[in-house]
């Protein structure tokens, strides 16, 4: 494993974003520029290279002492060879040996990791997992995504494509997901879950505070959030119902994989102890007594930054 600073680049669907970390796990150059994702795939790629070179830059690290580049994304990565298949918010981006066009271009050992992954091996390595050999990594924002470290390792599974947490079914009743499955978590606890309910609340006229809500702008977790706290009964079921199927979810992943931690990051995870205590508490009681007993709950801690720190882990270890 390299001492030496590393590039860590994510490419999201608005934004690229690469920076430069030192084996702190310290950010020590950044750049940020927009995807433009519709431009095509190698201007993308020429534009990730440009803001790789732009975080250097403002590092003031010599280029030549770099050891390694992580990228991250989202959608299905073949992690061995380097390839994504099916980048959501990137049309016609299937099958691309991003790492190799990186290697290529920036000419240094270039890893690929699915963002979800990177983000468990970051709060693994630095953040609210850290010190466990056995970690659950669950980010719920608009979607759900997962990680799992097993015997202090990332679990990629037979084909990279394993800790797809999100897509497990907890209400065989519930709605169909795009995922292919009918009422898994995403689909009954993300942000998109909870935004869903609250537009049906709204169309039924149940809720006059959603209703409030959904004329002057957005109706998303955050508005229901700030209607439930108001005392809007109907914002508190709402929010209620999916911590109730989060929580059922959790419950799952302790009797599976009997971790130290399960780290809970993600833009819903905000609305704090309204959400995530009642989930937690479903999850020790309907969990199996021994595994529930020692299982930690935490809140993610590098909301942001978990991906790219994670990546460039897993890049400096690979170099
Ligand atoms: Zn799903």
Not at 58 to 72: E, I
Request: with cysteine.
């Amino acid at each position: 494993m390299s001492e030496s600073p590393v590039i860590a680049i994510d490419l999201g669907g608005t934004k690229i974003r690469a920076v430069v970390v030192n084996a702190a796990g310290e950010i020590i150059g950044e750049d940020v520029r927009p995807t433009e994702g519709g431009e095509g795939q190698s201007v993308v790629i020429g534009r990730m290279v440009d803001s790789a070179r732009a975080a250097v830059a403002v590092s003031g690290v010599p280029f030549s002492s770099l050891a390694a580049v992580g990228v991250t994304a989202p959608g299905t990565i073949d992690f061995d060879r380097g390839i994504i298949y099916q980048a959501p918010n990137l049309r016609g981006w299937d099958a691309v040996p991003l790492a190799e066009r990186l290697r290529e271009r920036l000419e240094l050992p270039t890893i690929l990791e699915n963002d979800a992954n990177a983000a468990a091996y970051g709060e693994w390595q630095h953040g609210a997992g850290q010190g466990t050999r056995h970690m659950v990594y669950l980010t719920v924002s608009t979607g759900i995504g997962g990680g799992l470290i097993l015997n202090g390792q990332l679990y990629r599974g037979a084909d990279g494509a394993a800790g797809e947490l999100g897509h497990v079914t907890v209400d065989e009743s519930g709605p169909p997901h795009n995922c292919g499955m009918i009422g898994c978590i995403e689909v009954m606890a993300s942000g998109t879950a909870i935004a869903r309910m609250a537009h049906e609340a709204v169309a039924a006229e149940r809720s006059e505070a959603l209703a409030h809500a959904a004329v002057s702008g957005e109706l998303s977790a955050h508005e229901v959030d700030q209607a439930a706290a108001a005392g809007d009964p109907v914002a508190q079921e709402i929010l209620a119902r999916a911590a109730h199927y989060l929580g059922v979810g959790l419950a799952g992943y302790v009797n599976i994989f009997n971790p130290q931690a399960i780290v809970v990051g993600g833009g819903v995870t905000r609305i704090g102890a309204r959400f995530l205590s009642p989930a937690f508490e479903l999850a020790r009681q309907r969990a199996f007594h021994l595994p529930a007993s020692t299982v930690r709950f935490a809140v993610a801690a590098l909301e942001g930054r978990a991906e790219v720190l994670g990546v460039a882990a897993l890049a400096r270890e690979s170099a």
